[in-house]
Each structure stands twice: as C-alpha cells, then as structure tokens.
C-alpha cells in the first residue's frame, strides 16, 4: 500500500513536471509568435503609412526610386514623409520603453512618462530652448533630458512620505504635469503659435520634422535602448522586495537612480523632437506582460518594437481620418489610452479604495 501511494506520489510530480514544461513552451512560442507578427505589422504599416496622402506610389517604384533610378515623386516621399515616418517609430519605442523602465523602477503599473509629468517636463525644457535660443536647437535633447529630470525628481519628492504610494506618485504626476503643460502653453501662446516652433511641441505635431530631427533623434534614442538592455537584469530585480534585493547584493536605490535617468533619456528627447505624448508608455507596456510575460528580457525589447508600430499607427491614422487636414498623434493617443487608463485604474486592487 505504501509503495503504491509512493509510486502515485511520484507520478503526480512527474505529471505536473511535464505541465510546468508544457506551460513554458506555450509561453516561449507565443512570445515568439508575438514578435513576428508585430514586426510584420511593423513592416506593412511603414510602407502603407508612405502611401498615406495625396501623393502615392508603389512598392517597386519605390525601391527603383530608392536604389536604382532618380524619381521626383519617390524624392518627395523621401523627403517629406519619410523623416516624419522614422521619428513616430524612433520616439515611439523610447517612450514605450521609457514606460516599462519607470514602471520596474516605481513598482507602479499605472505609471507613464506622460502620465507622471517626465514628458510635460521634458516638453517645457524644449519649448524654452525653442523659444529664447533657437541657435542651440542641437542642445535641446540634452536640455529636455534636464527638464525631465527636474521633473521626475520633483515627483519623487512630492511623493515621499515615509515611502512611495503608487496612487501618491500618481496623484502629484497628473499636478506636476499640469504645472509644465500649462507652463509650455503660456510660452505658446506668447510666441504667437509658430508651428514650426514651440506650437510643434506642445501640440506634438510631426508634420513638418525633416531629416535634420532624425539626426538628432537617433544616436540618444539608439543610446537609450542599448542602455536599458543592460539594465534588464536589474529590473527584474527591482520588482522583488528591496530587502531580498539588497540580500543579492544590489545598491537597490543607486539602481533605481540610474535606471530612472535613461528612462528620462528616452522620454525626454522622445518629447524633444515629436512633442509630449501620454498613454503610450501605459498601453504598450501591459499589452507586451500579456503577450510575452512580465520577464523584461522579452518586454523590454518588445515594447520597443510596438512602441514604434502603436506611434506609427497613430500618427497615420492622424493623417487620414480627416483628410486633408490631421489630427496630432497625441491626440490618438489620449483618446485611446484615456479609457484605458480608467480601466487599469478600476481593475487595480491596489487603487479600489
């Protein structure tokens, strides 16, 4: 009788064993599967979004414009919609990653650069390069990396009280963000609402970027990513306790300090050239948990890849529903993610009471 319930014993473990296995494998080929098809999407839409608006051409003539024979229209799209088209997917995925990265660093869910006042920070420091030294247009990453840091350290002050509250961050986010967006409005209006200029980034309007922004885009946010590849380890850890944290030898809060500045980074420069954008850092992060899992060796890099596609989508989706005119991708963006956020909101135990 003893042997038999050891022998069930044993097959009970050996069958869940066989489970866990299975389970794991499920969750591999469905991350797998997840990036593939996002980077297929990924890949149809940058060729659609070229083909969105009055001028159209096709893919072969694309590519002979590109690479074989000079086309004046290919040129145009080179031109005007290809630097408008690299900047939504490079600023798409540092703010995407910027959320992931401000989420393991707050253990808040809910958090977003957008959200918490790091993008409107960011924005403000911009708006005031634009609008008093326009001369040091090359400087305004790094002066909007400076505002974002003004900006989370003022949250992370106002928040303080005898530890960290998500719904506190939460709160003194949305007032910190109002603060600077009423601040960058004001020097708006007050320089009369040059597009080109400060209106470009407090409206965060694309439309006229040229190949000069994406060459002053690319290194930060290339940089910035490479950064929080590093950091990957770090943020898993971050999401355990700070005691057992600190029992594996981590400097739980000089970790949190950097892993906070290259989310400025990305959200800052982010918001330099494409304007504040809020939500983004929210949706794509929980959309990436319940395709790949919570492990940020997989999240990290595929908020990446649908931080570019979401930003991208938004803003083509801005260009052709109401055609001629557009509508801001932010504008996408706060529609969409403004439900969302309500609904995180309510689902979370956390914040039900």
């Not at 489970?19 to 794991?24: G, N, S, T």
């Not at 229209?73 to 939504?88: E, M, T």
């Not at 967006?181 to 708006?188: I, M, P, R, V, Y």
């Not at 850890?237 to 000089?254: M, P, R």
Request: glycine content about 10%; charged content about 15%; some cysteine.
């Amino acid at each position: 009788m003893k042997q038999r319930n050891k022998d069930s014993g044993q097959d009970t473990r050996a069958a869940n064993g066989w489970e866990d296995v299975r389970r794991k494998k499920k969750k591999k080929a469905r991350a797998a599967a997840s990036f593939l098809v996002t980077a297929a999407l990924l890949l149809i839409l940058f060729f659609a979004a070229t083909n969105t608006g009055s001028l159209q051409i096709g893919f072969g003539k694309l590519l002979r414009g590109l690479f074989v024979k000079y086309d004046a229209d290919v040129a145009a799209v080179w031109d005007l919609r290809f630097p408008r088209i690299i900047i939504s997917m490079l600023a798409g995925a540092g703010i995407a990653t910027s959320g992931v990265l401000f989420q393991a660093v707050l253990k808040n869910p809910l958090a977003d650069p957008g959200i918490i006042g790091i993008s409107s920070g960011a924005g403000f420091a911009a708006v005031l390069i634009t609008a008093f030294a326009p001369s040091w247009y090359f400087f305004m990453p790094l002066a909007a990396f400076a505002g974002g840091v003004a900006a989370f350290f003022m949250v992370y002050c106002l928040s303080w009280k005898g530890g960290l509250s998500p719904l506190r961050i939460i709160l003194t986010g949305v007032a910190v963000n109002a603060l600077f967006s009423g601040l960058a409005s004001a020097f708006n209006s007050m320089s009369g609402g040059d597009r080109s200029g400060v209106a470009s980034i407090v409206e965060a309007n694309i439309t006229q970027k040229t190949w000069e922004d994406v060459h002053t885009l690319f290194p930060y946010i290339i940089a910035g990513l490479f950064l929080s590849l590093l950091f990957i380890g770090e943020c898993n850890l971050l999401s355990l306790e700070d005691k057992t944290a600190k029992s594996l030898g981590i400097n739980v809060n000089a970790t949190r300090i950097c892993i906070s500045l290259v989310a400025v980074l990305l959200a800052g420069v982010s918001t330099a050239i494409a304007g504040t954008i809020s939500f983004l850092g929210l949706i794509v992060p929980h959309i990436g948990r319940i395709l790949v899992g919570s492990a940020h060796k997989a999240l990290v890099p595929f908020s990446a890849l649908a931080g570019a596609f979401t930003f991208l989508l938004a803003d083509t989706i801005g260009r052709s529903i109401a055609a001629p005119y557009e509508v801001s991708a932010a504008v996408i963006m706060s529609v969409v993610g403004g439900p969302f956020f309500i609904i995180l909101l309510r689902r979370s135990k956390k914040y039900a009471n």
